[in-house]
């Protein structure tokens, strides 16, 4: 198994919700990651976790709560967000320590109200 | 700071041509580079890497890419595109931090293909 499955594929939120984006990987890998991409534009690097641990929190606002419960899973707590914050957000996993391959979900599309 | 510059925000090419894509980075020690694909709607796919020795790398689909150190550059390369191939493509350096790996993404080339 090869995949980092993400739901839900589309989210519709207000500013006032309280939601969660959610990955999972079953390859054993042990580093998880949180991109955001605005359309037409790169991934940009939210958070890693590594041995499930927080590795790297690239500044992102406090709204953005991210989660791993397990070597398996990691969420995204989404709470007060902005229109601004509408984006694909990517989940990815890789094995830590660098030079390997990073596997994508195909993402979850948020439109925030 | 290490950067990534990918030159062509667009380009198109007719079917069966070949293809070659720029990258440029910038990094002060031997970089981590790679490739993906993003297909509309999609999450990124692994093309190919380089992180040393050979300095032209094969990837999946009939891709290419050439590490040369004097330019700065990574290259991607496919000597016959085919429709499929239509797509948005980014090159990345690894920055490796603290044990884990941290993409820096180019501004990515979206490859349009005329039948």
Not at chain 1, 3 to 8: A, F
Not at chain 1, 23 to 39: D, S, T, V
Not at chain 1, 55 to 84: D, G, K, M, T, Y
Request: net charge neutral; aromatic share 10%; with cysteine.
């Amino acid at each position: 198994d090869t995949e980092v499955t993400q739901t839900p594929k589309h989210l519709v939120m207000g500013m006032t919700n309280k939601k969660s984006l959610k990955c999972e990987q079953h390859m054993g890998h042990r580093a998880m990651y949180w991109y955001k991409q605005k359309a037409k534009k790169p991934p940009e690097l939210m958070f890693v976790y590594s041995y499930e641990k927080l590795s790297i929190n690239e500044s992102v606002p406090s709204r953005f709560s991210p989660e791993c419960p397990n070597s398996s899973l990691l969420n995204l707590h989404l709470h007060a967000l902005q229109p601004e914050d509408s984006a694909l957000y990517l989940c990815a996993s890789s094995q830590p320590g660098g030079t390997g391959e990073l596997f994508f979900g195909e993402g979850s599309r948020l439109t925030v109200l | 700071a290490q950067s990534v510059t990918q030159p062509d925000i667009h380009i198109t090419v007719s079917e069966g041509a070949s293809l070659e894509l720029r990258c440029n980075y910038s990094y002060g020690a031997t970089p981590y580079l790679f490739w993906y694909v993003q297909s509309p709607g999609q999450g990124l796919q692994l093309l190919l890497k380089y992180f040393s020795g050979d300095t032209l790398v094969q990837g999946i689909k009939g891709f290419e890419a050439e590490f040369k150190r004097s330019q700065s550059s990574f290259n991607l390369r496919k000597p016959s595109v085919h429709w499929s191939d239509a797509a948005e493509y980014f090159c990345a350096v690894d920055l490796l931090d603290q044990g884990a790996q941290k993409l820096v993404f180019g501004q990515g080339t979206r490859l349009t293909i005329n039948p």
